[in-house]
Nanobody, 118 residues
Framework: QVQLVEFGGGLVQPGGSLRLSCTAS??????????MDWYRQAPGAQRERVAS???????NFPDAMESRFAISRDNGKNAVYLQMNSLKPEDTAVYYC??????????WGQGTQVTVSS
């Protein structure tokens, strides 16, 4: 398993920005082989994927996700980041870091709350 810990959530006004961070343990799997994802879950809604980044830095976003978000990684720090700009109240959710190592189960962080409100 991979232990994931998220940081950086909080309260931000509409139009503001936040940068979420997630660090991953590498006791079993090297971070450099993991595709990393960010998901979010709003109250009463299903969890949805926000962004993904492959080990080589290739990024992928669901079609419905706007371009206000950017995902990046630092393999030297075992970290993945989600930069969120022009935040809207509908971005309010718990944001989760996720990965699925080879031949292993899904791994999730504990989540970090992002609230967009004036």
């Amino acid at each position: 398993q991979v232990q994931l810990v998220e940081f950086g959530g909080g309260l931000v006004q509409p139009g503001g920005s936040l940068r979420l961070s997630c660090t991953a343990s590498d006791d079993i799997y090297s971070f450099t082989v993991l595709t990393m994802d960010w998901y979010r879950q709003a109250p009463g809604a299903q969890r949805e994927r926000v962004a993904s980044i492959r080990p080589d830095g290739t990024t992928n976003f669901p079609d419905a996700m706007e371009s206000r978000f950017a995902i990046s990684r630092d393999n030297g720090k075992n970290a993945v980041y989600l930069q969120m700009n022009s935040l809207k109240p509908e971005d309010t959710a718990v944001y989760y870091c996720h990965t699925k190592p080879p031949l292993a189960e899904d791994c999730w962080g504990q989540g970090t709350q992002v609230t967009v409100s004036s």
